[in-house]
């Protein structure tokens, strides 16, 4: 297997309600940003994470109809689907590509246009990416699903909503940095305690919001990257694993079991433990997943998330900075982009080009990306060249 | 011998007081409460229907009879007008989720609030008969009234299931009789949410004409007379129709109340004279006799003579009886939201 | 088309039909194939309990289209007794009052329906016991 790096970028310029956008075109905006990066003249082939473009949008078959928009026709596409975790396996898909050595040059994209349908149709939507027929079936949205994960993360572990919305605290914060994000304000645990409940516990300023968006990485050979980019940054590690897709099937409903198995690989392939991460980018669709994750990632003990976070050792200055970018909370969640923004943030962060959010020094970062409730998790590892 | 051998009802756990329902229409409360004898009624929750409430009357009832397997059940009707599905079978979903097997015969009834003991009727003639083992009578009902309507003060929602069978019968049938004319007193058309009326035309030629002559004819049939029952059921469109027939026939208040529970749980339409017998099954003592006349607009009445036997007792405390479940912490509703749950605000 | 989609899922949605793996004894409901932690093929068919704890719960507030009119209305896990576990909306109950260790009792009951001409949806809730 060759190394791989990452030596383009692109997004678009700010995420959000982009009412003037279609998918293709947050697509291929952000595409064509991430082939000038990198300063390529083609790409072998393409890899679109889309979680629900024929529910968000009745359109399907989008890799194709990216590919002919890109003008990149006719190289294979293809598009992946595992929810909120498309853009991470995407990124894995085309990692696995170069790395085999069946492709040079593959870009990664991920889109999502959320904002074509009213807020019950994304509701529904997103309740997709549960079982359906076990879980969404009997009324349970997916807030509802971390909602009752918090439920029990405090009844186990007295984990409090002040505690939560320290993480949603802290992402805003980094969102005012971040000219990408969605909503770059700040907010304070009161204001998230006294937001409208959606699934209680869980608050309206406990979740990620619904965002248009696209973001597309280029990946190449790590021994060519040099020739595209004076400084690449390379994937040192990447791995997906699942887990049962119904919450209630899980052995446990605090700990996200395809985070944890995802995380281990990773450190295996990076040769390296949580404790030599600079920075992690983390799936926060909802204040408890920051939560458990940091737990689950190695960062913190299990149970002791939401005393980590409310430390403030996940703050930029912290420990471990834990979502730069603002976060899904802050920089908003276009649920395909999603996976693919974190390897954006991390790519930056490592160039030292976050600016007024930039993590010093940062030469190693992880991102993590999951769908569902949890059934799935990808684990991405990138390190300076 | 052949009657009950496994009884249950169902009610829902919602209900509406009249002061509520009057409040909102600028009504005196004190005319329906005095009047027609009504405290409050049941209203069924959203998520609540005909065959919902007859599911679980007739798991109760399986409760009761825990012997029998739902497989030997050889028939299941259910009268209701309140059917949830213009055309296709409440009785095969109810069959489904109590594990009948699909060897049976069913039908949905419907003669108004009589069909409920048409149902009952039914059943008991297939188990005499000896064609089937075991059969389910049952009467359920989330009854229609339109807003601002005296029915509006008693339409309700409740149910009970009676299996019928030959051996541990609880209580045996004695005699029946069936009493019909054509007589228009109350109606629903195709496509009509909510019934129509004939007012006080409802009572003396309708109500009172038909249950009065089932009632006399089923006694003399079986050589009894009021006296020779510890229990009647009449068919409860109020609190005071009942009281006033049983008086009529030569029954005591002490007869007809433990089955009256029309006060505080409504008209429960075809579920109305089965739950009264339902209540009475509750507290029962062996060898007691139980007359029950339903009536049904349009009109028509069924009368059933029953005596208890000394299986009864056994069974009594297996399912919940129907005055705790009146009892049990019911959750009383504003007129906002029993017009919501009843799908009286259009959306 | 939604009537098939309904239909075969019936026996599960009103009985609880579940399965036990012959290997290991775990409980699946709905039932599969292969059994997730022996692989076992072999599974003998049970009916779960309808008596049960409440694992975890929560109070929907912003409902998908199906339960606009419903909001707010309690969803739970719940562990039922012998093994298995739900996921149902919880009926007849004061949301605010629900409880982690609850016994919550199953209940037949109308889940959703098919829009306004098409079919209704039966299956499972619990409700307070």
Redesign the interface.
Same mark, same amino acid.
């Given at each position: 297997m060759r190394e791989v790096a990452i030596i383009g970028v692109g997004m678009n310029d700010r995420w959000g309600e982009l009412w003037e956008k279609s998918l293709r075109d947050l697509y291929v905006e952000a595409a064509l940003r991430a082939i000038d990066d990198a300063g390529v003249d083609h790409i072998d082939s393409m890899y679109v994470a889309c979680m629900s473009s024929g529910l968000f949008t009745g359109q399907e078959h989008v890799s194709s109809l990216l590919a002919d928009y890109l003008g990149v026709a006719p190289i294979p596409a293809v598009r992946v689907e595992s929810a909120c975790a498309s853009g991470g396996n995407a990124l894995r898909l085309g990692w696995l590509e170069v790395a085999s050595g069946a492709s040079d040059l593959v870009l990664v994209g991920g889109v999502e246009k959320m904002t074509d349908v009213d807020g019950s149709q994304a509701t529904l939507a997103l309740a997709a990416a549960s079982d359906f027929e076990w879980e969404a079936f009997n009324g349970v949205t997916f807030p509802g699903l971390y909602a009752m994960m918090a439920r029990r993360h405090m009844h186990e572990f007295g984990t409090t909503p002040e505690q939560l919305a320290a993480a949603s605290v802290k992402n805003h914060h980094n969102g005012t940095m971040n000219p990408v994000a969605q909503f770059q304000m700040e907010i304070t645990v009161e204001t998230v305690l006294n937001s409208v409940l959606v699934a209680d516990p869980l608050h309206i300023l406990d979740c990620s919001p619904v965002t248009d968006g696209a973001a597309a990485v280029i990946l190449c050979p790590a021994d060519q990257a040099k020739k595209f980019n004076s400084q690449p940054v390379k994937i040192a590690a990447s791995a997906v694993a699942t887990d049962a897709m119904a919450l209630h099937s899980r052995e446990s409903l605090v700990t996200i079991g395809s985070a944890k198995a995802a995380a281990e690989k990773a450190y295996k392939q990076a040769g390296v433990g949580p404790g030599e991460i600079d920075l992690a980018e983390v799936h926060d669709c909802f204040t408890i997943s920051e939560i458990c994750l940091v737990e689950d990632l190695g960062f913190t003990e299990k149970g002791k998330g939401g005393e980590f976070t409310e430390s403030g050792a996940t703050a930029l200055d912290g420990r471990i900075p834990v979502n730069t970018s603002g976060g899904l909370k802050s920089k908003g969640h276009p649920v395909g982009a999603t996976g693919v923004a974190q390897a954006i943030e991390v790519y930056k962060q490592l160039r030292g080009e976050a600016g007024k959010r930039q993590v010093k020094g940062a030469k190693r970062g992880l991102c993590h990306n999951m769908g569902g409730s949890g059934g799935t998790s990808a684990v991405h590892i990138l390190e300076v060249m | 011998m052949s009657g009950i051998v496994g009884w249950g009802s169902s009610v /829902?756990?919602?209900r509406i007081k009249v002061e509520e329902i009057a409040r909102q229409w600028g009504e005196d409360p004190e005319s329906f409460k005095k009047g027609l004898m009504l405290r409050e009624k049941s209203v069924p *929750? /959203?998520?609540?229907?005909t @065959? #919902?409430i007859s %599911?679980?009357a007739a798991?109760y009832a399986l409760q009761r009879a825990s012997y029998v397997d739902p497989g030997e059940i050889g028939a299941i009707y259910i009268g209701s007008e309140s059917h /949830?599905?213009a055309v296709?079978p409440s009785g095969v #979903?109810v069959a489904? +989720?109590i *594990?009948m097997q699909p060897d049976f015969h069913t039908a949905d009834l419907e003669f108004a609030c009589k069909a409920g003991s048409q149902g009952m009727f039914l059943a008991w003639s297939l188990v005499d008969s000896g064609r089937m083992k075991y059969a389910f009578g049952i009467g359920a009902d989330t009854s229609q009234g339109a807003p601002a309507n005296a029915l509006e003060y008693s339409a309700s929602a409740g149910g009970a299931a009676f299996l019928f069978g030959r051996e541990k019968v609880v209580a045996e049938v004695i005699e029946t009789h069936s009493y019909a004319t054509d007589t228009p007193d109350f109606w629903r058309r195709e496509h009509e949410f909510y019934p129509q009326h004939g007012g006080r035309f409802t009572g003396e030629p309708a109500y009172f004409h038909h249950l009065l002559s089932c009632a006399r004819i089923v006694m003399e049939k079986a050589g009894m007379k009021p006296s020779d029952f510890a229990y009647a059921v009449f068919h409860m469109p109020n609190g005071k129709f009942p009281m006033r027939a049983g008086k009529i026939l030569g029954f005591k208040k002490e007869q007809i109340e433990p089955g009256w529970v029309v006060p505080i749980l409504g008209n429960t339409y075809s579920g109305a004279s089965p739950m009264g017998l339902a209540a009475t099954l509750d507290i029962a003592k062996p060898g007691e006799r139980i007359l029950m006349v339903s009536f049904g607009s349009g009109a028509g009445s069924d009368g059933f003579v029953f005596e208890t036997t000394s299986e009864l007792p056994a069974l009594q405390d297996k399912a919940p009886k129907l005055r705790a479940q009146l009892a049990d912490d019911p @959750?009383y509703l504003t007129y906002g939201q029993y017009a +919501?749950f009843r799908g009286k605000i259009r %959306? | 088309m939604t009537v098939a989609r309904i239909w075969r899922e019936r026996g599960r949605r009103y009985r609880l039909e579940a399965a036990r793996c012959k290997g290991c004894g775990k409980v699946f409901f709905p039932g599969r194939l292969v059994c997730d932690k022996c692989g076992s093929r072999e599974f003998e068919e049970i009916r779960l309990s309808d008596k049960g704890k409440i694992l975890t719960y929560t109070v929907i507030r912003v409902p998908p289209p199906a339960h606009t009119y419903e909001t707010p209305y309690a969803v739970a896990i719940v562990e039922l007794e012998g093994g298995g576990r739900i996921t149902a909306m919880v009926a007849d109950c004061d949301p605010e009052k629900l409880e982690i260790g609850q016994n919550v009792r199953v209940v037949f009951r109308k889940i959703s329906q098919d829009g306004e001409k098409g079919i209704k949806f039966y299956g499972y809730k619990v409700v307070p016991a």
């Open positions: - | /829902p756990k919602y *929750g /959203p998520d609540q229907d @065959i #919902t %599911v679980e798991r /949830p599905y296709k #979903t489904e +989720a *594990g @959750i +919501a %959306v | -």
